[in-house]
């Protein structure tokens, strides 16, 4: 079950590199990265419908991704997520994207910090559709490049410790989306300096 709420974070990471447009680097990037597997984990079954539609239809879909749909559209992702995959996108909701900084999600949709912004949406996406089922605890390569940390802890996955995975295997049709609680943001990128 944890695999699942793992799977609807990553596929909601891919809506939000989808909604930010199209970025060369970006795409090359996400299309020559090895699939990822992770430790099975045992997390409650999402409450979220599987989407039949590709990462960022199944994340515009649903109200509570509003913001990380914008933030893929600010990035120029969108073409990005909405390619032939597969992706695994852990996608934090609204309220992840409410517990940054108060003014710091508009300064990173603003033009001038789209390359941060890109950044930070690549670095919740994972090449490989990652089923919870297929979960395994330790570092997984991120599209931006940089480590993610999966923990386990029974029922419980965790991404670099403190962001929790709430709802798994959030189907698309180019992959799956597990949903997060918190954005994360790659240790090289720090955000007090917008």
Do not use: W
């Not at 909604?19 to 020559?32: I, L, Y």
């Not at 033009?111 to 919740?124: E, F, G, R």
């Not at 919870?132 to 390569?141: F, L, M, W």
Request: net charge negative; with cysteine; proline share 5%.
């Amino acid at each position: 079950m944890k695999t699942r709420s793992l799977a609807v974070a990553l596929a909601a990471a891919t809506l939000v590199l989808a909604a930010c447009g199209s970025d060369a680097k970006t795409t090359a990037a996400v299309e020559t990265m090895a699939p990822t597997t992770m430790a099975p984990t045992t997390m409650a079954p999402t409450t979220m419908a599987n989407g039949a539609g590709d990462i960022v239809a199944v994340a515009a879909g649903n109200p509570d991704f509003s913001t990380l749909v914008a933030a893929v559209k600010a990035a120029g992702l969108v073409e990005t997520l909405q390619g032939a995959g597969p992706f695994t996108v852990f996608a934090p909701t609204n309220e992840a994207f409410a517990k940054l900084p108060a003014g710091l999600v508009d300064k990173l949709l603003l033009p001038a910090n789209k390359d941060v912004l890109v950044k930070i949406l690549t670095y919740h996406v994972v090449a490989g559709k990652v089923m919870a089922a297929d979960v395994k605890a330790g570092d997984v390569k991120s599209v931006e490049g940089s480590p993610i940390t999966v923990g386990i802890d029974g029922s419980t996955v965790t991404l670099n410790a403190t962001t929790k995975v709430t709802a798994t295997d959030v189907a698309a049709s180019n992959g799956v989306i597990h949903v997060i609680d918190s954005v994360i943001v790659p240790a090289d990128v720090d955000v007090s300096k917008l």
